[in-house]
C-alpha cells in the first residue's frame, strides 16, 4: 500500500476512534455523576467527592465498551471515505476493499492489546480505589465477607448480637468444616455450631452432621443434629458476586498472580472467566471491524448510508444480548464457561469470513 494512502487512513482511523472514545467518556461522566451525587445526597462528604468517583469509575467502563466504540468508529470512518470520494480515489491507486479493511482490523486488533497491556493496569487500580471508596460510605459495612489462606469469613450483625462463620474451604455452593459463632449485644459468647458441610444456595442454608454447643448461666451442653436450617442475608450467589467486578483485576496481574488470587479465596472459574475476557477482547475489536466493514463497503452509494447506520445499531444490540447468553449458559454449566466466553466471537468471526470475502469482490 502507497505510504502516503497508508498514513491518511490511519491517521484519520485513530483520529475518529479518539473522538468517538471522548464522546462516550464525557457521556458516562455526566450519567455516571448523577448517579453519585444521588448516593452521597444524604451524606457529608465534600463536594469534590462525586465527581472524584466518577472519574475513577468511567474508564473502566469506557474500556469494557470498546468493542462498540470499535465499531461505531469503523462504520463512520468507511462512510466518511466513502461520501467524500476517498473510497474511489483510492481505488484508482489499485487498493482493494480487503486492503482496507486489514487495516483498520489489524489496527482496531492492536488498540485492545494496548488496552489490556497499558491501560488495563491503570484503570484496574483505579476501580480498586473506586470500591474501597464506595465501601467506607456503604450502608452494609458492618456485614462483612472476606477470603485469606485460612478461608472464608463472614459477620453478620442482628439485633440481638453477632454472628461470626468461618469456613476452610468450598466446592461452589457447598462451604467444608464450617463454624458459626453466636454472640449477644454483649460479645459473650452464646453458641458454637460445627457442620462438615452447608449447603448455601438460598438464604435459607441447610447444615449436615451438625454438632451445637450451647453456653448460657454457665452451663454447657453439647447437641448432635444431623440437619439444622439457619438463615443467612448471604448465599452463594451474593457472597461470589461481591468478587465478580474484574474491573478491579489487571490483565498482567491475573496472568503473572494467577495463582496468587486462587491462594486468596477468588473462585478459579470467576477468575478464569475474567482472564479469558480479557484475552477475547481484541479479537472481538477485530470482528466488530469486521462486521462493519461488511455492512458498509458493499455498495457506495449514499442513500443507503442510513440503512446500515440502523442494521448497525441492532446489530449492536443483538451481540450484547448474545454475548449475555452465552455466559448465562456458561454459568449454569449448560456449556463450558471458557467456551461460552469466546462462542459469540467464533460465531461472529464465521460469520464475518464470509463476509470479507464477499466485499473484496465489490
Known amino acids: ?44 462528604v465534600k463536594f469534590y467527592t462525586p ?14 465498551l470498546l468493542p462498540f466504540i470499535i465499531f461505531i468508529t469503523s462504520m463512520k470512518f468507511i462512510i466518511d471515505i466513502k461520501d467524500n470520494k476517498d473510497l474511489l480515489a483510492i481505488k484508482v491507486f489499485g487498493i482493494s476493499n ?24 491503570i484503570t484496574s487500580s483505579m476501580s480498586k480505589y473506586y470500591e474501597k471508596t464506595k465501601a467506607n460510605y456503604s450502608k452494609d ?76 448461666d454457665g452451663v454447657f451442653t453439647k447437641t448432635i443434629e444431623k440437619k439444622l436450617k439457619i438463615s443467612s442475608i448471604y448465599t452463594f450467589e451474593k457472597i461470589t458476586n461481591l468478587y465478580k467486578n474484574f474491573n478491579t483485576l489487571s490483565f498482567v496481574s491475573l496472568v503473572t498472580n494467577y495463582n496468587s488470587f486462587l491462594d486468596q479465596g ?15 477482547m481484541p479479537f472481538f475489536l477485530l470482528t466488530m471491524t469486521a462486521l462493519a466493514a461488511i455492512l458498509v463497503l458493499g455498495t457506495l452509494k449514499k442513500s443507503k448510508n442510513t440503512k446500515f447506520i440502523i442494521i448497525g445499531l441492532i446489530s449492536c444490540i443483538l451481540i450484547y444480548y448474545l454475548k449475555d447468553l452465552s455466559i448465562a449458559l456458561g454459568k449454569t454449566n449448560r456449556i463450558p464457561l471458557i467456551f461460552a466466553t469466546w462462542m459469540p466471537i467464533i460465531i461472529l468471526g464465521i460469520f464475518c469470513s464470509i463476509g470479507i470475502l464477499q466485499i473484496n469482490e465489490k
Open 51 to 64: 465527581l472524584l468517583l466518577t472519574g475513577l469509575y468511567i474508564p473502566s467502563m469506557v474500556i469494557q
Open 266 to 280: 477468588y473462585n478459579d472459574i470467576f477468575l478464569k472467566q475474567s482472564l479469558h475476557s480479557m484475552l477475547a
Open 1 to 44: 500500500m502507497n505510504k502516503i494512502i497508508f498514513k491518511y487512513l490511519l491517521s484519520n482511523y485513530l483520529k475518529l476512534f479518539f473522538k468517538v472514545f471522548l464522546f462516550f467518556y464525557c457521556f458516562g461522566v455526566i450519567l455516571n455523576l448523577f448517579e453519585e451525587i444521588e448516593f452521597f445526597k444524604n451524606l457529608e
Open 98 to 121: 480487503l486492503k482496507i479493511f486489514f487495516l483498520i482490523s489489524i489496527t482496531s486488533f492492536l488498540i485492545g492489546w494496548t488496552a489490556l497491556i497499558a491501560m488495563n493496569p
Open 141 to 216: 459495612i458492618d456485614h462483612l465477607i472476606t477470603f485469606n489462606k485460612n478461608g472464608l469469613w463472614i459477620k453478620e450483625n442482628f439485633n440481638d448480637g453477632q454472628r461470626i462463620i468461618s469456613s476452610k474451604n468450598n466446592e461452589k455452593e457447598i462451604l467444608k468444616e464450617v463454624e458459626i459463632f453466636n454472640f449477644d449485644k454483649n460479645y459473650n459468647l452464646k453458641e458454637k455450631i460445627y457442620s462438615k458441610s452447608v449447603n448455601i444456595q438460598k438464604n435459607d442454608w441447610l447444615l449436615n452432621d451438625v454438632t451445637i454447643f450451647k453456653f448460657q
